[in-house]
Protein backbone atom coordinates (compact mmCIF):
# COMPACT_ATOMS: atom_id res chain seq x y z
CA UNK A 1 0.00 0.00 0.00
CA UNK A 2 2.67 2.32 0.67
CA UNK A 3 4.58 1.25 -3.13
CA UNK A 4 2.88 4.42 -4.30
CA UNK A 5 4.89 6.46 -2.14
CA UNK A 6 7.27 8.97 -4.23
CA UNK A 7 10.25 10.45 -2.59
CA UNK A 8 9.94 13.79 -1.08
CA UNK A 9 13.03 16.10 -2.07
CA UNK A 10 16.23 16.98 0.25
CA UNK A 11 14.77 20.19 2.29
CA UNK A 12 17.05 23.26 0.39
CA UNK A 13 18.42 24.15 3.76
CA UNK A 14 19.05 20.76 5.76
CA UNK A 15 20.06 19.10 2.58
CA UNK A 16 23.09 21.19 2.53
CA UNK A 17 24.42 19.70 6.07
CA UNK A 18 23.80 16.03 5.18
CA UNK A 19 26.39 16.94 2.02
CA UNK A 20 28.58 18.73 4.24
CA UNK A 21 29.16 15.53 6.62
CA UNK A 22 29.55 13.28 2.93
CA UNK A 23 32.61 15.36 1.70
CA UNK A 24 35.88 14.20 3.36
CA UNK A 25 37.75 16.95 2.68
CA UNK A 26 39.78 19.07 5.28
CA UNK A 27 38.98 22.82 3.61
CA UNK A 28 34.89 22.40 3.75
CA UNK A 29 33.15 24.73 5.14
CA UNK A 30 29.37 24.57 6.40
CA UNK A 31 27.53 27.74 5.91
CA UNK A 32 24.51 26.73 4.82
CA UNK A 33 22.30 26.39 8.20
CA UNK A 34 21.93 29.22 10.76
CA UNK A 35 23.78 27.82 13.44
CA UNK A 36 26.02 29.52 15.63
CA UNK A 37 29.39 28.37 15.98
CA UNK A 38 33.00 29.23 17.95
CA UNK A 39 36.38 30.60 16.01
CA UNK A 40 37.01 26.75 16.34
CA UNK A 41 33.98 26.01 14.62
CA UNK A 42 32.31 23.86 17.36
CA UNK A 43 28.47 24.34 18.30
CA UNK A 44 28.19 26.64 21.62
CA UNK A 45 26.06 25.76 24.74
CA UNK A 46 25.65 29.47 26.56
CA UNK A 47 27.00 29.65 30.01
CA UNK A 48 23.99 31.15 31.37
CA UNK A 49 22.10 27.95 29.64
CA UNK A 50 24.28 25.47 31.90
CA UNK A 51 23.90 27.82 34.91
CA UNK A 52 19.97 27.97 34.80
CA UNK A 53 19.88 23.91 34.23
CA UNK A 54 21.81 22.84 36.60
CA UNK A 55 19.70 25.18 39.30
CA UNK A 56 16.51 23.52 37.61
CA UNK A 57 18.46 20.05 38.60
CA UNK A 58 19.44 21.21 41.94
CA UNK A 59 15.94 22.57 42.42
CA UNK A 60 14.65 18.96 41.62
CA UNK A 61 11.87 20.32 38.96
CA UNK A 62 9.40 17.80 37.76
CA UNK A 63 8.81 16.74 34.25
CA UNK A 64 4.68 17.17 34.37
CA UNK A 65 2.60 18.37 31.64
CA UNK A 66 2.24 21.91 30.86
CA UNK A 67 -0.98 23.71 30.30
CA UNK A 68 -1.96 23.78 26.66
CA UNK A 69 -0.76 27.40 26.28
CA UNK A 70 2.41 27.03 28.33
CA UNK A 71 4.39 27.59 31.00
CA UNK A 72 3.20 31.04 32.87
CA UNK A 73 6.35 32.66 33.79
CA UNK A 74 7.92 31.58 30.10
CA UNK A 75 4.80 33.37 28.83
CA UNK A 76 5.20 36.37 30.97
CA UNK A 77 8.84 37.01 30.45
CA UNK A 78 8.76 36.47 26.27
CA UNK A 79 5.94 38.74 25.71
CA UNK A 80 7.61 41.26 28.08
CA UNK A 81 11.33 40.89 26.62
CA UNK A 82 9.53 41.37 23.41
CA UNK A 83 7.28 44.48 23.77
CA UNK A 84 8.98 45.95 27.18
CA UNK A 85 7.55 45.39 30.56
CA UNK A 86 5.80 48.80 30.83
CA UNK A 87 4.57 48.48 27.29
CA UNK A 88 0.86 49.64 26.86
CA UNK A 89 0.21 46.56 25.25
CA UNK A 90 1.43 44.35 28.06
CA UNK A 91 -0.39 46.87 30.81
CA UNK A 92 -4.09 46.65 29.05
CA UNK A 93 -3.48 42.68 28.95
CA UNK A 94 -3.87 42.65 25.12
CA UNK A 95 -1.07 40.36 24.02
CA UNK A 96 -2.64 36.84 23.96
CA UNK A 97 0.65 34.79 24.61
CA UNK A 98 0.92 30.81 23.74
CA UNK A 99 4.18 28.80 23.70
CA UNK A 100 4.74 27.00 21.01
CA UNK A 101 7.29 24.48 19.02
CA UNK A 102 10.27 27.31 18.79
CA UNK A 103 9.48 29.87 15.78
CA UNK A 104 8.06 27.36 13.00
CA UNK A 105 5.02 25.41 15.26
CA UNK A 106 4.34 28.94 16.43
CA UNK A 107 4.48 29.97 13.04
CA UNK A 108 2.66 27.04 12.24
CA UNK A 109 -0.26 27.71 14.80
CA UNK A 110 -0.72 31.25 13.72
CA UNK A 111 -1.18 29.86 10.15
CA UNK A 112 -3.87 27.77 11.20
CA UNK A 113 -5.58 30.06 12.96
CA UNK A 114 -5.62 32.25 9.67
CA UNK A 115 -6.80 29.80 7.90
CA UNK A 116 -9.81 29.31 10.47
CA UNK A 117 -10.54 32.97 11.50
CA UNK A 118 -9.78 34.40 8.05
CA UNK A 119 -10.78 32.26 5.29
CA UNK A 120 -9.35 33.45 1.60
CA UNK A 121 -7.23 36.20 3.89
CA UNK A 122 -3.67 36.05 1.95
CA UNK A 123 -0.43 36.34 3.68
CA UNK A 124 2.65 38.22 2.01
CA UNK A 125 5.50 37.05 2.28
CA UNK A 126 8.48 38.96 0.94
CA UNK A 127 10.59 37.72 -2.36
CA UNK A 128 13.07 36.42 -1.20
CA UNK A 129 12.24 34.96 1.98
CA UNK A 130 13.29 31.83 4.58
CA UNK A 131 12.40 28.85 2.48
CA UNK A 132 10.17 26.99 5.28
CA UNK A 133 7.42 30.08 5.17
CA UNK A 134 6.28 28.83 2.30
CA UNK A 135 5.91 25.16 3.51
CA UNK A 136 4.15 26.79 6.26
CA UNK A 137 1.52 28.60 4.79
CA UNK A 138 1.13 25.51 2.17
CA UNK A 139 0.50 23.06 4.72
CA UNK A 140 -1.95 25.59 6.39
CA UNK A 141 -3.48 25.97 3.22
CA UNK A 142 -3.36 29.49 3.58
CA UNK A 143 -2.78 31.28 -0.10
CA UNK A 144 0.28 33.72 -0.14
CA UNK A 145 2.14 35.70 -2.77
CA UNK A 146 5.02 37.75 -2.86
CA UNK A 147 6.11 41.38 -2.24
CA UNK A 148 8.97 43.04 -3.88
CA UNK A 149 12.00 42.93 -1.40
CA UNK A 150 15.46 42.45 -2.73
CA UNK A 151 16.69 44.36 -5.58
CA UNK A 152 19.63 42.46 -7.10
CA UNK A 153 21.14 45.62 -8.42
CA UNK A 154 21.59 47.35 -5.67
CA UNK A 155 22.05 43.90 -3.40
CA UNK A 156 20.04 46.34 -1.05
CA UNK A 157 16.30 46.62 -0.46
CA UNK A 158 13.59 47.30 -2.89
CA UNK A 159 11.70 49.65 -0.88
CA UNK A 160 9.56 51.16 -3.72
CA UNK A 161 8.77 47.58 -4.89
CA UNK A 162 7.83 46.24 -1.38
CA UNK A 163 5.44 49.71 -1.03
CA UNK A 164 3.61 49.38 -4.21
CA UNK A 165 2.81 45.58 -3.73
CA UNK A 166 1.93 46.41 0.06
CA UNK A 167 -0.24 48.85 -1.55
CA UNK A 168 -1.51 46.84 -4.56
CA UNK A 169 -2.57 43.97 -2.16
CA UNK A 170 -6.31 43.15 -1.17
CA UNK A 171 -7.53 45.07 1.86
CA UNK A 172 -6.56 43.72 5.10
CA UNK A 173 -3.75 41.14 4.01
CA UNK A 174 -1.66 39.33 6.45
CA UNK A 175 1.78 41.18 6.33
CA UNK A 176 4.34 38.57 6.93
CA UNK A 177 7.48 40.66 8.20
CA UNK A 178 11.31 39.95 9.79
CA UNK A 179 11.43 41.65 12.56
CA UNK A 180 14.76 41.85 12.36
CA UNK A 181 18.12 40.73 10.30
CA UNK A 182 15.87 39.14 7.43
CA UNK A 183 16.72 35.62 6.01
CA UNK A 184 18.00 35.17 3.74
CA UNK A 185 19.52 38.94 2.77
CA UNK A 186 20.28 40.38 5.81
CA UNK A 187 18.65 43.57 4.76
CA UNK A 188 16.39 45.12 7.18
CA UNK A 189 14.38 48.15 6.20
CA UNK A 190 15.78 51.54 8.19
CA UNK A 191 13.73 53.46 10.81
CA UNK A 192 12.35 55.72 8.67
CA UNK A 193 11.53 52.70 6.02
CA UNK A 194 9.73 50.82 8.90
CA UNK A 195 7.49 54.38 9.62
CA UNK A 196 6.68 54.40 5.79
CA UNK A 197 5.70 50.61 5.65
CA UNK A 198 3.22 50.94 8.83
CA UNK A 199 1.72 53.78 7.28
CA UNK A 200 0.69 52.05 3.92
CA UNK A 201 -0.58 48.88 6.37
CA UNK A 202 -2.64 51.16 8.32
CA UNK A 203 -4.03 52.37 4.64
CA UNK A 204 -4.85 49.43 3.86
CA UNK A 205 -6.00 47.84 7.20
CA UNK A 206 -3.34 44.89 6.68
CA UNK A 207 -2.38 42.92 9.77
CA UNK A 208 1.66 42.37 10.10
CA UNK A 209 2.87 38.90 11.33
CA UNK A 210 6.56 39.08 12.73
CA UNK A 211 8.78 36.42 12.48
CA UNK A 212 11.37 37.45 15.43
CA UNK A 213 14.19 34.47 14.92
CA UNK A 214 16.90 37.08 15.82
CA UNK A 215 15.91 38.93 19.42
CA UNK A 216 19.24 40.26 20.36
CA UNK A 217 21.14 38.35 18.10
CA UNK A 218 21.05 40.56 15.30
CA UNK A 219 22.60 44.05 16.82
CA UNK A 220 23.19 42.30 20.19
CA UNK A 221 20.59 44.21 22.22
CA UNK A 222 17.00 43.06 22.59
CA UNK A 223 15.27 46.32 22.49
CA UNK A 224 17.06 47.39 19.46
CA UNK A 225 15.96 44.36 17.65
CA UNK A 226 12.44 44.67 19.18
CA UNK A 227 11.91 48.49 17.57
CA UNK A 228 10.40 47.23 14.92
CA UNK A 229 7.33 45.46 16.18
CA UNK A 230 7.08 47.97 18.72
CA UNK A 231 6.75 50.76 16.60
CA UNK A 232 3.83 49.59 15.24
CA UNK A 233 2.30 48.09 18.49
CA UNK A 234 2.56 51.81 19.82
CA UNK A 235 0.75 52.66 16.93
CA UNK A 236 -2.34 50.61 18.12
CA UNK A 237 -2.16 47.99 15.48
CA UNK A 238 -3.15 44.41 15.80
CA UNK A 239 -0.61 42.24 14.70
CA UNK A 240 1.02 38.91 15.15
CA UNK A 241 4.90 37.95 16.45
CA UNK A 242 6.20 34.51 16.18
CA UNK A 243 9.08 34.25 18.21
CA UNK A 244 12.17 31.67 18.55
CA UNK A 245 14.82 31.27 21.10
CA UNK A 246 16.97 28.78 19.11
CA UNK A 247 19.55 31.48 18.22
CA UNK A 248 19.66 34.09 20.64
CA UNK A 249 20.05 31.39 23.35
CA UNK A 250 21.39 28.56 21.44
CA UNK A 251 18.09 26.42 22.44
CA UNK A 252 17.60 24.73 18.66
CA UNK A 253 16.70 21.68 19.66
CA UNK A 254 14.38 22.96 23.19
CA UNK A 255 11.80 23.95 20.38
CA UNK A 256 11.38 27.00 22.43
CA UNK A 257 9.60 29.78 20.94
CA UNK A 258 6.07 31.57 21.06
CA UNK A 259 2.89 33.34 19.39
CA UNK A 260 1.95 36.65 20.14
CA UNK A 261 -1.27 37.99 18.84
CA UNK A 262 -2.14 41.73 20.29
CA UNK A 263 -5.83 42.26 20.14
CA UNK A 264 -7.56 45.80 20.62
CA UNK A 265 -9.22 45.02 24.01
CA UNK A 266 -8.50 42.67 26.66
CA UNK A 267 -11.20 40.59 26.06
CA UNK A 268 -10.73 39.70 22.61
CA UNK A 269 -7.21 38.56 23.48
CA UNK A 270 -8.55 35.89 25.98
CA UNK A 271 -10.77 34.69 23.10
CA UNK A 272 -7.67 34.77 20.92
CA UNK A 273 -5.59 32.75 23.33
CA UNK A 274 -8.87 30.15 23.77
CA UNK A 275 -8.43 29.64 20.31
CA UNK A 276 -5.20 29.31 19.74
CA UNK A 277 -5.14 26.15 22.15
CA UNK A 278 -8.11 24.74 20.62
CA UNK A 279 -5.76 24.59 17.94
CA UNK A 280 -2.83 23.02 19.45
CA UNK A 281 -4.36 20.66 21.72
CA UNK A 282 -5.05 18.54 18.85
CA UNK A 283 -2.09 19.22 17.38
CA UNK A 284 0.44 18.32 19.55
CA UNK A 285 -1.60 18.83 22.73
CA UNK A 286 1.22 20.88 25.14
CA UNK A 287 4.89 22.36 24.44
CA UNK A 288 8.00 21.07 26.09
CA UNK A 289 8.66 22.32 29.68
CA UNK A 290 12.84 22.18 29.67
CA UNK A 291 13.62 24.94 27.46
CA UNK A 292 10.66 27.10 28.82
CA UNK A 293 12.18 27.00 32.30
CA UNK A 294 15.21 27.59 31.03
CA UNK A 295 14.25 30.84 29.18
CA UNK A 296 11.70 31.96 32.30
CA UNK A 297 14.79 31.19 35.05
CA UNK A 298 17.36 33.22 33.13
CA UNK A 299 14.69 36.32 32.62
CA UNK A 300 13.47 36.05 35.55
CA UNK A 301 17.08 36.03 37.50
CA UNK A 302 18.85 39.77 37.12
CA UNK A 303 22.19 38.32 37.47
CA UNK A 304 21.35 35.31 35.10
CA UNK A 305 19.42 37.93 32.44
CA UNK A 306 22.57 40.19 32.38
CA UNK A 307 25.10 37.10 31.56
CA UNK A 308 22.72 36.59 28.77
CA UNK A 309 22.80 39.97 27.20
CA UNK A 310 27.18 39.55 27.76
CA UNK A 311 27.23 35.91 25.84
CA UNK A 312 24.85 37.14 22.92
CA UNK A 313 26.48 40.71 23.03
CA UNK A 314 29.74 38.57 22.25
CA UNK A 315 28.19 35.92 19.80
CA UNK A 316 26.59 39.12 18.07
CA UNK A 317 30.32 40.50 17.93
CA UNK A 318 31.52 37.23 16.58
CA UNK A 319 29.35 37.45 13.68
CA UNK A 320 30.47 41.08 13.34
CA UNK A 321 33.83 41.03 13.17
CA UNK A 322 33.85 37.96 10.72
CA UNK A 323 31.65 40.03 8.71
CA UNK A 324 34.21 43.09 8.84
CA UNK A 325 37.54 40.42 7.84
CA UNK A 326 35.66 39.05 4.72
CA UNK A 327 34.67 42.15 3.32
CA UNK A 328 38.85 43.19 4.24
CA UNK A 329 39.66 39.74 2.29
CA UNK A 330 37.26 40.88 -0.39
CA UNK A 331 38.08 44.26 -0.88
CA UNK A 332 42.01 43.58 -0.77
CA UNK A 333 41.76 40.44 -3.04
CA UNK A 334 39.57 41.35 -5.48
CA UNK A 335 41.12 43.67 -8.49
CA UNK A 336 37.66 43.80 -10.58
CA UNK A 337 36.79 46.67 -8.62
CA UNK A 338 33.53 45.03 -7.63
CA UNK A 339 31.84 47.10 -3.99
CA UNK A 340 31.48 45.14 -1.67
CA UNK A 341 30.28 47.03 0.96
CA UNK A 342 26.97 45.42 0.76
CA UNK A 343 29.15 42.59 3.06
CA UNK A 344 28.63 45.31 5.55
CA UNK A 345 25.95 46.79 5.20
CA UNK A 346 23.60 43.49 5.80
CA UNK A 347 22.76 42.49 9.65
CA UNK A 348 22.57 39.21 11.81
CA UNK A 349 23.52 35.75 10.99
CA UNK A 350 23.58 36.07 7.34
CA UNK A 351 25.18 37.34 4.11
CA UNK A 352 23.18 37.21 0.44
CA UNK A 353 26.07 37.46 -1.74
CA UNK A 354 24.34 37.83 -4.97
CA UNK A 355 26.17 34.29 -5.92
CA UNK A 356 23.61 32.59 -8.62
CA UNK A 357 23.05 28.84 -8.29
CA UNK A 358 25.50 27.97 -10.66
CA UNK A 359 27.97 30.18 -9.18
CA UNK A 360 27.16 29.01 -5.67
CA UNK A 361 27.82 25.38 -7.28
CA UNK A 362 31.51 26.63 -7.69
CA UNK A 363 31.59 27.30 -4.03
CA UNK A 364 30.36 23.63 -3.37
CA UNK A 365 31.98 21.62 -6.07
CA UNK A 366 35.91 23.53 -6.35
CA UNK A 367 36.15 24.90 -2.86
CA UNK A 368 34.28 22.79 -0.43
CA UNK A 369 32.43 25.83 1.04
CA UNK A 370 28.83 24.74 1.55
CA UNK A 371 26.05 26.95 1.41
CA UNK A 372 22.52 27.72 -0.05
CA UNK A 373 21.87 27.83 -3.45
CA UNK A 374 20.22 31.58 -3.72
CA UNK A 375 23.81 32.94 -2.69
CA UNK A 376 22.68 33.01 1.33
CA UNK A 377 26.25 32.02 3.80
CA UNK A 378 26.01 31.50 7.51
CA UNK A 379 29.06 33.73 8.94
CA UNK A 380 27.55 32.07 12.36
CA UNK A 381 29.41 29.20 10.70
CA UNK A 382 32.72 30.97 9.68
CA UNK A 383 35.75 31.73 11.25
CA UNK A 384 38.07 34.43 11.52
CA UNK A 385 40.76 32.21 9.97
CA UNK A 386 38.60 30.98 7.26
CA UNK A 387 37.66 34.43 5.61
CA UNK A 388 40.35 34.81 3.78
CA UNK A 389 40.01 31.24 2.06
CA UNK A 390 36.38 32.31 1.73
CA UNK A 391 37.24 35.14 0.09
CA UNK A 392 38.85 33.51 -2.32
CA UNK A 393 36.36 30.61 -3.22
CA UNK A 394 33.76 33.95 -3.68
CA UNK A 395 35.89 35.85 -5.74
CA UNK A 396 36.73 32.72 -7.65
CA UNK A 397 32.96 31.79 -8.43
CA UNK A 398 32.23 35.33 -8.99
CA UNK A 399 34.30 35.70 -11.89
CA UNK A 400 33.29 32.25 -13.31
N1 LIG B 1 12.02 32.27 11.05
C1 LIG B 1 13.19 32.56 10.49
C2 LIG B 1 13.28 33.76 9.62
C3 LIG B 1 14.29 31.75 10.72
O1 LIG B 1 15.46 32.06 10.15
C4 LIG B 1 14.16 30.62 11.54
C5 LIG B 1 15.32 29.70 11.80
N2 LIG B 1 16.17 29.46 10.78
C6 LIG B 1 12.92 30.37 12.10
C7 LIG B 1 11.87 31.22 11.84
C8 LIG B 1 12.57 29.23 13.00
O2 LIG B 1 13.50 28.55 13.66
P1 LIG B 1 13.09 27.63 14.90
O3 LIG B 1 11.92 26.84 14.48
O4 LIG B 1 14.30 26.83 15.17
O5 LIG B 1 12.78 28.56 16.00
Redesign the pocket.
Known amino acids: RFEGVTMAPPDPILGVSEAFKADTSDLKLNLGV ?1 AYRTEELQPYVLEVVKKAESLMLERGENKEYLPIEGLAAFNKATAELLFGAGNQVIQEQRVATVQGL ?4 S ?1 RLAAAFIERYFPGAKVLISAPT ?1 GNHKNIFNDARVPWSEYRYYDPKTVGLDFEGMISDLKAAPDGSFILL ?1 GCAH ?1 PTGIDPTPAQWEKIADVIQEKNHIPFF ?1 V ?1 YQGFASGSLDEDASSVRLFAARGIELLVAQ ?1 Y ?1 KNLGL ?1 AERI ?1 AINVVCSSPDAAVRVKSQLKRIARPMYSNPPIHGAKIVANIVGDPTLFNQWKDEMQMMAGRIKSVRQKLYDSLSAKDKSGKDWSFVLQQIGMFSFTGLNKAQSDNMTDKWHVYMTKDGRISLAGLSSAKCEYLADAIIDSFHN
Do not use: E, I, P
Open positions: GSGTGLWHNDASSYG
